[in-house]
């Protein structure tokens, strides 16, 4: 019953093996010399001024959940438009024609409420 997933599971072992091998060989022959300025924050031979971190906007994140929304509602429409054909072949058209509008009104809605409060406008 589980025999088509042995070559799979093999081919994980072996890759978590290999993994592991590759970062273990150069934890054990890499150089390891500590130098004050290879132990300072940032490599670039620079004091670093001020604190290593920043905070971002959250502005960034929104646009980012933004950005996956819409590809997300992207995968959804093309697979949909490319059978719809085989919808109207068995009398759900109009259904599924229905169904997709209120998908986009939904999707339309919310990109109205991101405008409004302003996440599509970059500084």
């Known amino acids: 019953m589980l025999a088509p997933y042995i070559p799979i599971a093999v081919i994980v072992v072996l890759a978590i093996a290999f993994g592991f091998l590759i970062v273990g060989l150069g934890h054990v022959f890499g150089p390891r010399r500590k130098t004050p300025r290879k132990l300072m924050p940032y490599e670039s031979g620079m004091n670093p001024i001020g604190p290593g971190t920043r905070r971002s906007?959250?502005?960034?994140?929104?646009?980012?959940?933004?950005?996956?929304?819409?590809?997300?509602?992207?995968?959804?429409?093309?697979?949909?438009?490319?059978?719809l054909k085989d919808f109207v072949k068995a009398g759900l058209g109009v259904f599924a024609l229905i169904e997709m509008a209120i998908f986009i009104i939904i999707l339309l809605v919310g990109l109205v409420y991101a405008w409004k409060k302003g996440a599509l406008e970059w500084e």
Not at 58 to 77: N, S
Request: charged share 10%.
């Open 57 to 83: 906007p959250v502005r960034f994140y929104l646009v980012a959940v933004l950005f996956i929304l819409f590809d997300i509602e992207i995968i959804f429409i093309i697979p949909w438009a490319v059978i």
